[in-house]
């Protein structure tokens, strides 16, 4: 049961054969037996969870139930959640009971789901490994040495460690793919503005975007059902006609599922910095998609490697603004001892953040200073608009753009926590999309031996064009029709 | 370019993080790795570029002026941080949130 997609579930519940307590219960039987040792989840709180289930289980026996009605899922805590405890991964919002519910919440809520809990993740979602946070790291559930990634961390390792059915992300350079990758699950970020940011905890917000982080492609698309969608509290939400995700999986199966769907390989994706034994996984998974009718085209997106420095640039930027709401006044930490209103917010600010945030409040804050803005802050502006164009040249020659997700597999807790950089360019593949505001997923293609130790997941990135996420999650859906890496579950007790 | 100790404490300053000494010196040599990747940027001509300042062309909507938010101050103030300064106290007082004297 606890493997079964959200379809099987939810007809399991419609159908009386279990209801949604006994199956909220059987997911926090496994919290109880499991967080300790992996940490995905920062808050729990088991009185609030049963009673969203003991009110699906009166929707489902009037029989109004939606496809999502009765089934426990995560959230990032970056998500504020009404009466929830809400930090964010951080200090400086350890004891924030979020007042409100974000947009994302809301949906859920309205759909009638169930809130299991929410999930450990980076300080502020700056990180690609979950080291950042203020609660400890989380373990990758398919070996317990490894990071899980970042920021999405924790909802990538209750997904994969099936501490829920799904999970919510978010995605400002990466951080629902390079996890959803790490773990060996599917990932989707939106397309921008398609998923309102209204209460969803803010770092960058030309780059934010909150998607799913479930088991397949079909989860995905019944999460962003629900998740999508115009909201007019959130002055960037797009003003689109709601969508079913799920209408373009259901076509008839043949042989060739994807005959005519023109599939792009950017050179920059498999250049120096991958990973060998990733590459062969990947090129597997190309192969399987030839054998589904797809053709092969060789692209360039010649900007990808400034994608980073443009990113470092712009990113800090608008945290350091965004983060400045944070001085000890109204809420969140405020130093136990100081002198003045300046040393104040001087040591709040010194005590709640942790060393990454600092860095990068720092940077955006240097970038932003006098003397500096044309240098960094405008030329990192114009070369976003280079990054975009690529990929705009490039979606004239093709539907959809393959490559890997992340470099390499997961890597070692402490291996890369003192080194900025290469930290910074586990996100090289999937930073370029968030610039351009294009949807990109990952999904389970295979796993590689690592250098040292076990096999571990390794995903595959699909990057579409604007608004193309149901035909980037058909395409994904064929392959998982034709594969079972998706259906692969750690074993937590060797892990 | 080149950045010193003093760069960091000014930055810091304008920031609002308060750093010591042997913080200002890791924070230098990590700030350095970053603005070194950074400068990657500078070997592109971009002249004539049109700067691209956010992910959608967006302009802004505008809504009915009607009021839509009811006054929550008192949901608001229960996440007050404490007073501080031997205070265990919320920093809040009749409605409103105590902060030093910046006026004498």
Request: contains cysteine; proline residues 4%; aromatic residues 8%.
């Amino acid at each position: 049961m606890i493997n079964s997609s959200l379809k099987q579930l939810a007809s399991m519940l419609q159908a009386k054969k279990i209801s949604s307590v006994e199956l909220t219960q059987s997911f926090l039987t496994r919290i109880t037996q499991y967080n300790p040792s992996i940490n995905a989840y920062i808050a729990l709180d088991e009185g609030k969870t049963l009673a969203q289930a003991k009110a699906a289980d009166v929707r489902i026996a009037a029989g109004n139930a939606t496809a999502l009605t009765g089934i426990p899922l995560a959230q990032k805590d970056i998500f504020c959640a009404q009466g929830w405890q809400t930090t964010c991964g951080s200090k400086m919002l350890a004891n924030f009971i979020a007042p409100y519910d974000a947009h994302v919440i809301t949906q859920f809520d309205q759909a009638g789901a169930v809130n299991l809990g929410k999930t450990n993740m980076d300080e502020f979602a700056m990180g690609s490994s979950n080291e950042t946070s203020y609660f400890g790291g989380v373990k990758n559930p398919w070996s317990f040495d490894h990071v899980p990634g970042g920021s999405s961390g924790g909802s990538a390792a209750a997904v994969a460690a099936r501490l829920c059915a799904a999970a919510t992300g978010t995605d400002t350079g990466g951080s629902i793919r390079q996890p959803a990758s790490l773990c060996g699950l599917t990932g989707l970020k939106p397309s921008y503005g398609v998923v309102s940011r209204y209460g969803m905890i803010a770092f960058a917000s030309s780059l934010d975007q909150a998607g799913p982080m479930a088991k397949s492609a079909e989860d995905c698309a019944l999460m962003m059902n629900v998740m999508a969608g115009f909201d007019e509290r959130d002055s960037t939400s797009l003003q689109r006609d709601k969508e079913d995700y799920s209408r373009e999986l259901n076509k008839p199966q043949t042989d060739q599922p994807l005959l005519g769907l023109k599939i792009g390989l950017p050179k920059e994706f498999f250049a120096e910095g991958l990973d060998a034994s990733v590459a062969q996984v990947i090129t597997a998974a190309i192969d399987v998609y030839k054998k589904l009718g797809a053709q092969i085209i060789d692209i360039s997106l010649p900007n990808t490697g400034l994608s980073i420095p443009v990113y470092y640039v712009l990113a800090p930027a608008e945290a350091s603004s965004n983060l400045s709401r944070y001085d000890g006044v109204r809420y969140g930490h405020r130093a136990a001892e100081y002198t003045d209103l300046n040393d104040m917010y001087n040591k709040s600010r010194a005590e709640g953040f942790g060393a990454e945030v600092k860095r990068r409040i720092l940077i955006g804050t240097y970038v932003l200073s006098a003397g500096y803005y044309d240098a960094y802050y405008l030329k990192a502006q114009q070369i976003r608009r280079l990054i975009a164009q690529d990929f705009i040249e490039a979606f004239k020659q093709c539907d959809v753009i393959m490559g890997p997700a992340a470099p390499s597999t997961a890597f070692k807790a402490g291996e890369k926590v003192d080194d900025p950089v290469a930290m910074y360019l586990q996100d090289i593949y999937t930073i370029s999309t968030n610039l351009a505001g294009l949807p990109g997923m990952s999904l389970p293609a295979g796993f590689a031996q690592a250098k040292d130790g076990p096999a571990l997941p390794v995903g595959l990135q699909i990057i579409g064009n604007y608004f193309d996420e149901a035909r980037m999650l058909n395409v994904a859906h064929q392959y998982q029709q034709v594969t079972d890496w998706h259906q692969q579950m750690p074993d937590l007790k060797r892990a | 370019m080149a950045l010193s100790i003093e760069d960091i404490k000014k930055i810091a300053h304008l920031a609002r993080i308060e750093v010591s000494e042997s913080e200002a010196t890791a924070t230098l040599s990590k700030l350095t790795g970053i603005l070194g990747l950074i400068e990657q940027m500078q070997a592109v001509d971009t002249t004539g570029i049109v700067p691209m300042s956010h992910a959608q062309e967006l302009h802004q909507r505008l809504r009915d002026d009607v009021v839509t938010k009811t006054n929550q101050r008192e949901a608001f103030q229960k996440n007050a941080p404490m007073l501080g300064n031997g205070s265990t106290q919320p920093a809040v007082a009749g409605g409103l949130y105590l902060v030093p004297k910046v006026i004498e």
